[in-house]
């Protein structure tokens, strides 16, 4: 029988009214390979995805939803390889967490019709129906975390510390440079060109503060040495991607943390369909994909900054604000 028939899912009522979670029947196992550019716990971009997964593992039980990974998978060649790996041993889903990998998924999906692939923050999926593709509006989240930041800083300077110009973290970084900007607040933008070197990172985040910004941002697994920078000199940190609360709790104002559950979610209930792909999918506020994450616990917040934020968040997704400047 066809892995495209064999699986079979349920769906979990009652509880799971907001966020529906497929399940498999006694004798399947639904099996999930997800390659990684960093760790699963980098307070980035590849711990979302990872916790995601664990989050609908955790719903239908470990017996039933098996996940493996290869992580530090930075070079394509690397990840190539582990992504055909994965797909010959059978696995049902195979993800491909990087916007590098789209070449590689391009070559090895047609050889695996009956193998559902998802490439992230992919924009095509190459006219292969069995090819995903998923993305983070960030913008979204950087208008608004621009106007929280503007709002919180004493002098009206804000720092950006960027990886490469690409992907979720240039559109961040330009919602947030709007977002700041329609708040009357000055944006300093530094990119790295790296997504990994913290030293680099760190840098950065000296430079800014040197220049007069208390107050910072940034994204990439590489954000530890930004963060560490902020808590050091007693400043404000704004996290993207994954809570970077724990990194710093004293001076971690917010994050924007990026849940991929329901998208997740809408890959795997269209295979149970014989849908495997052909589709793109994006994280938005309307969705429930990005979430505010406020550090409630250890710091005295505002009440009218939270309401500020969510108010902004709300005119984004009725149309009112366009996240990314004109042109």
Sequence with gaps: MSKKFSIMILFVCVVMTLLSVPVLAEDEVFQVAMVMPSKINDY?????????LKVLQSEVGEENFEIVYSEDMFNVADAREAIRDYADMGFDLVIAHGSQYGTSIQEIAPDYPETAFAWGNGTDFFGLDNVSVY????EQGGYVFGQIAAAVSENGKLGVCGPVESGDAKTYIDGFKNGAAEAGAEVSVTYTSSFSDVSLMSAAAET???????????????????????????????????????????????????DWTPILNEIITKMTEGIYGGAAYDLTFENGGLQILWNTENLEIDQELIDMADDLAQKIVDGEIEPLPAG
């Design 44 to 52: 980035s971009f590849s711990q979302s995805m990872y916790e995601a």
């Design 135 to 138: 993305q983070a509006r960030a």
């Design 208 to 258: 800014h503060m040197d220049e007069g910004a208390m107050v910072l941002t940034g994204t990439s697994q590489s954000i530890p040495g930004a963060v560490s920078v902020v808590k050091e000199r007693d400043g404000v940190w704004l996290g993207v991607q994954w809570d970077t609360i724990p990194l710093a709790p004293e001076n971690v104002l917010v994050s924007l943390v990026y």
